[in-house]
């Protein structure tokens, strides 16, 4: 069968031998101090296993400083290049690329951990985030200026070690959000204020990594179509319209990126990312450790420990539903954005469904999707899809339990109906990942 899904995809400097990227999952699978484990090898070879094309890694920090929390591989420093090799060499057996996330929290890191605990984050403003309130200050230009050469240097590790590309994190309200977003940045100097100070900083860091690692390696961002900032704190200011997106977007591409990855929302989590369920019983059992790292903020995380505040977040998770579907929630402004740029453009957010898959690729929304939730439920979707079938037998049902969970325990499919209510098959399951272990 002539499937679009599986037809390679060709950036400038890339191609990937379909359709179906895995976009970024973090989970704290590594140890304390930023170097790798075993485990992350693991599960990035699960998804290389089932037939993705590329697989664009978990957030990684390109400094502890911006870490979100502890256990998170990072790229900090070059003597993590030869884990990142190993995953790299892990993963291209299968014929699958592997793109690495480039990130910098700014403030919105959820555990900040030792190393930052006398720290306040960096951010482009001094108001702290809503969600838990964690401190932060407006980086200085000095500031600005080595955040920048962190992001190239990172490019460079990703480079030396072998592997097919990096993304920079431009999404989800974390640092380039919060420079982006006119609901976020208040700065008064030249990169806040108007749209072309306050994308600054992102083209300022394109530009450092093509210095660093010429044109020939690939580079894709990471990006809203729209922030809906105001939809958890319905008193904040919006953010970026669908509009400025797209300048951003012309100018992401005119400053030298391979393609863009299109999403929404304008922190992490929100209603638009990851689109679906909340489940507010999970909330009050695993988002502890983050309500004592904050301060405080409008929303703080105990507000899932009284069950009589529970219907007010619900209410506000809910009620963007009605302009947003779940399943291709941002691909309306997705397709603004590839009609009006020349790069292949991806899109994040619900893909699942081959007859949706298909319907974005032939139709002109986005050149490819990346998929997150569905392949945590299944690792080997693309091989079902390939099959033709156009869900797996017991498909994601987006219900976000795999979110909320990883901040506690080990990332996997926590939706226990997926299990036929077998608890204990499902805890074997999710713990696949420490196997095979290599000192056995
Ligand atoms: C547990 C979990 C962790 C995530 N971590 C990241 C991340 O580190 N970086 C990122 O850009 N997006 C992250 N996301 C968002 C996904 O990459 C994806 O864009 C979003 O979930 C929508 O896709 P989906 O509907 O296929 O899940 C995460 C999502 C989940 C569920
Ligand atoms: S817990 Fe499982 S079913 Fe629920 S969203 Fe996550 S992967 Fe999908």
Redesign the pocket.
């Known amino acids: 069968m002539d499937d679009i899904i599986f037809k390679p995809l060709t950036f400038r400097n890339l191609t990937v031998k379909n359709r179906l990227f895995r976009?970024?999952?973090?989970?704290r699978w590594d140890n304390y101090d930023g170097s790798g484990s075993q485990a992350r090898i693991n599960w990035e070879e699960k998804f290389a296993r089932g037939g993705i094309g590329a697989i664009?890694?978990?957030?990684v920090p390109v400094h502890v400083r911006g870490r979100?929390m502890p256990n998170y591989a990072m790229i900090d420093h070059n003597d993590k290049i030869p884990f990142w090799r190993k995953v790299g060499e892990t993963v291209h057996q299968y014929d699958c690329k592997f793109i690495v996330?480039l990130?910098h929290s700014g403030r919105q890191r959820d555990v900040p951990g030792v190393e930052n605990l006398m720290n306040k984050a960096l951010s482009s403003t001094n108001r702290k985030d809503g969600f838990h309130g964690l401190l932060c200050q407006a980086m200085t230009r000095e500031e600005i200026r080595q955040i920048v050469q962190y992001f190239a240097d990172g490019a460079r590790r990703a480079r030396e070690a072998g592997l097919d590309g990096v993304?920079l994190?431009a999404?989800?309200g974390?640092l380039f959000t919060q420079f982006l977003s006119s609901g976020i940045n208040d700065r008064k100097d030249e990169y806040g204020g108007s749209l072309e100070n306050r994308a600054r900083f992102l083209l300022e860091v394109i530009k450092a990594i093509r210095r660093e690692v010429g044109d020939d390696f690939h580079l894709q961002v990471?990006i809203n179509a729209i922030d809906v900032n105001n939809a958890l704190y319905p008193w904040e200011k919006k953010g970026n319209t669908p509009e400025e997106y797209l300048q951003i977007c012309k100018w992401v591409e005119q400053a030298g990126a391979d393609a863009l990855h299109v999403?929404a929302g304008s922190l992490?989590?929100h209603p638009l990312?990851?689109?679906?369920g909340f489940p507010l019983d999970e909330a009050n059992w695993w988002y502890g450790g983050m309500a004592s790292a904050g301060v405080r903020g409008y929303l703080n995380y105990t507000i899932f420990h009284f069950k009589t505040l529970r219907p007010i977040f619900r209410w506000l998770w809910n009620r963007t539903k009605k302009d947003f579907p779940?399943?291709g929630?941002s691909a309306e402004y997705c397709r603004e954005i590839k009609k009006n740029v020349s790069i292949p453009v991806l899109n994040?957010?619900?893909?699942?469904d081959g007859r949706l898959i298909r319907k974005v690729i032939s139709e002109g929304y986005c050149d490819g999707?990346?998929?997150?939730?569905?392949?945590?439920a299944n690792n080997d979707l693309p091989k079902v899809l390939q099959e033709g079938k156009d869900l797996p037998d017991k498909p994601?049902t987006?219900c976000?339990r795999?979110?909320v969970?990883?901040v506690a325990n080990p990332?996997g499919c926590y939706d226990v109906s997926r299990y036929g209510g077998d608890h204990e098959a499902m805890i074997r399951e999710v713990m696949t990942v420490f196997r095979p272990q290599p000192f056995a």
């Open positions: 976009s970024s999952i973090s989970g664009i890694t978990s957030f979100i996330q990130s993304e994190h999404s989800h974390y990471k999403s992490f989590p990312v990851p689109p679906g779940v399943e929630v994040t957010g619900g893909y699942q999707v990346a998929i997150a939730r569905p392949l945590i994601c987006f976000n795999c979110l969970n990883a990332l």
